[in-house]
């Protein structure tokens, strides 16, 4: 007789042991899961085949347990044949240590461990509240289900939808159609939502609205979440805040609502509705308490006008309510800071600060201010410019003041004074009034020939124009100065104290606004030469 050897004997038995303990070990799981639905109790127990085949009706404090949810209601059938019943009457089931199930009535499946109810439904579990009138509950997996309109209360806030889902163990809903979160702070509408319970946090997978209840602000968004127990929300995709007179748009907003900020990254829009105005940057700030605001970044403003637009750029842009303003309208007060610089086709400037007052139209320069119109450039200490309609528009200088009228490319006529006030017609200067230490540089002109020049001093100095030249100037008291012929005129005459060209610095257009960027020289590719050193000499 011959034996196994024992190298082939020991894996045998050892592959027998191991599907035998995975076996074990799973079993006690299918049991669970297949396990029969105990009646624990009843008062009356019937049974009538008439009425249903192969079902006990049991009657009176009628109690089941199947794994470890307990089952109650005032009657039930009990199915011999599978492992379900249904139930009617006062009908709840106690799931774990925090989760209720009550309804009229229930249909059970115990192999499957799903409870449906009917009518008058109620799930309790944590701090949650859910009622409907028809509810699927998995109780393999604590999820419930309703397909036909369903209200959540929880701690602050209620919610409504036509389908919900709610997943208990993650502390997790989900809302589709018509949803609906009701706070004591705003009204949030959806056509999807999912909310944590434990949180409080709603987060927004599509086209979402959020109306504060005692602020006019409004918020919507397709993505992102929103803290309704904080009052946070980070909002990534479509983003915007409205309220009556602006509108805050960006790729991604921040919002507080106890403090009313409104902070945006990258491409972020303020629209000003009412005064038909849109500053653009790429970080922005904004506050619904207080409507002030500030766009920084690329900073880019717009005011849309009946005939031309204006556009500004700086640093910094912000806006905020002029409180100076006609009680009702709601004026605008903006300001601009660092490298500031505009266009529009009748007028273009650059400072390093500025503000412009909405309600009459007035520009207030400072820090190195520019102003060209036409062939008109204006330089001070202080700009103030107001546009009226009717004209005249009215351009004041304050200290250092001094204002060139180019005649060609090499000939500037100049006025200088500590102040200077011109009446701006048409976009052409008609009249200018200088005051304080007021001198005078002008070409004398007969028909298309230059004669001379006159370069006069005086206290006081009235000036007419006509398309831009010269028509009459006064002098108050009598000037002092002289006439250089042009043929003895040199080059330092014809420049009064303080002269400076800066058409190099006009924007052209609105283009044009942004300062150069030297780092672009850096970036030129430099071009290959073929050939020899000797070719390359040649």
């Known amino acids: 007789m011959s034996y196994p050897k024992?190298?082939?004997?020991?894996?045998?038995?050892?592959?027998?042991?191991?599907?035998?303990?995975?076996?074990?070990?799973?079993?006690?799981?299918?049991?669970?899961?297949?396990?029969?639905?105990?009646?624990?109790?009843?008062?009356?127990?019937?049974?009538?085949?008439?009425?249903?085949?192969?079902?006990?009706r049991l009657i009176g404090n009628v109690r089941f347990k199947h794994n470890e949810a307990l089952m109650f209601c005032d009657s039930a059938y009990s199915y011999n044949d599978s492992n379900r019943f249904d139930a009617f009457?006062?009908?709840?089931?106690i799931q774990g240590d925090t989760l209720h199930l009550y309804g009229d009535k229930m249909f059970y499946n115990g192999d499957l461990r799903l409870a449906r109810f009917l009518r008058n439904v109620k799930l309790i579990d944590k701090s949650i509240t859910l009622t409907t009138e028809a509810l699927d509950f998995d109780l393999n997996s604590n999820i419930g289900y309703y397909n036909h309109n369903g209200k959540i209360i929880d701690t602050a806030n209620v919610l409504t939808s036509v389908i919900g889902r709610y997943y208990s163990n993650d502390n997790m809903l989900f809302f589709k159609d018509s949803v609906v979160l009701t706070n004591k702070d705003f009204i949030l509408r959806a056509d999807t939502l999912k909310y944590n319970?434990?949180?409080?946090?709603?987060?927004?997978?599509?086209?979402?609205?959020?109306?504060g209840t005692k602020k006019d602000g409004v918020l919507y968004s397709e993505k992102g979440w929103y803290d309704t127990k904080k009052n946070l929300a980070e909002l990534y995709k479509k983003s915007k805040i409205t309220n009556k007179t602006q509108v805050l748009e960006g790729d991604t907003l921040f919002y507080d609502r106890a403090s009313g900020n409104g902070r945006g990254t990258h491409r972020v829009t303020l629209i000003d509705t009412t005064n038909r105005v849109l500053i653009k940057g790429k970080k922005g700030v904004y506050n619904e308490n207080t409507k002030i605001a500030f766009i920084t970044d690329s900073a880019m403003f717009i005011q849309y006008g009946k005939k031309d637009t204006m556009y500004m750029h700086a640093d910094t842009l912000q806006t905020r309510p002029d409180t100076s303003g006609v009680k009702g309208k709601d004026y605008k007060f903006f300001m601009a800071y660092r490298k500031v610089r505009f266009h529009k086709p009748d007028l273009q400037g650059q400072c390093d600060s500025l503000g412009y007052r909405m309600k009459d139209s007035t520009l207030l320069m400072f820090y190195d201010p520019v102003l060209w119109s036409e062939k008109n450039q204006m330089t001070a200490e202080k700009i103030q410019f107001v546009s009226k309609n009717p004209d005249p528009d009215i351009a004041h200088l304050e200290n250092n003041a001094f204002l060139v009228m180019s005649e060609d490319s090499i000939k500037f006529n100049q006025i200088s004074g500590k102040s200077i006030i011109g009446q701006i017609f048409k976009n052409k200067l008609r009249i200018a009034d200088v005051n304080g230490n007021a001198q005078s540089l002008y070409y004398l002109k007969d028909k298309n020939r230059y004669s001379g020049m006159n370069r006069l001093l005086s206290s006081k100095i009235k000036l007419h124009l006509t398309d831009n030249k010269i028509d009459s100037i006064r002098f108050y008291p009598?000037?002092?100065?002289?006439?250089?012929?042009?043929?003895?005129?040199q080059p330092e005459d014809a420049k009064l104290d303080g002269f400076r060209w800066r058409a190099e610095e006009r924007p052209v257009n609105q283009y044009d606004l942004y300062p150069?960027?030297?780092?672009?020289?850096?970036?030129?590719v430099p071009v290959k030469k073929s050939g020899s050193a000797n070719n390359r000499e040649r």
């Open 6 to 56: 024992k190298s082939a004997v020991y894996p045998l038995f050892f592959l027998l042991v191991v599907v035998s303990a995975f076996i074990q070990a799973i079993q006690p799981q299918e049991n669970k899961k297949k396990r029969r639905v105990d009646i624990e109790n009843a008062d009356i127990y019937t049974y009538d085949a008439a009425i249903i085949a192969n079902a006990q």
């Open 89 to 93: 009457g006062n009908v709840h089931i």
């Open 197 to 211: 319970s434990q949180t409080e946090r709603a987060f927004i997978v599509g086209p979402t609205t959020i109306t």
């Open 478 to 489: 009598k000037p002092e100065g002289k006439t250089f012929p042009l043929k003895e005129l």
């Open 516 to 524: 150069v960027n030297e780092n672009r020289k850096q970036n030129v």
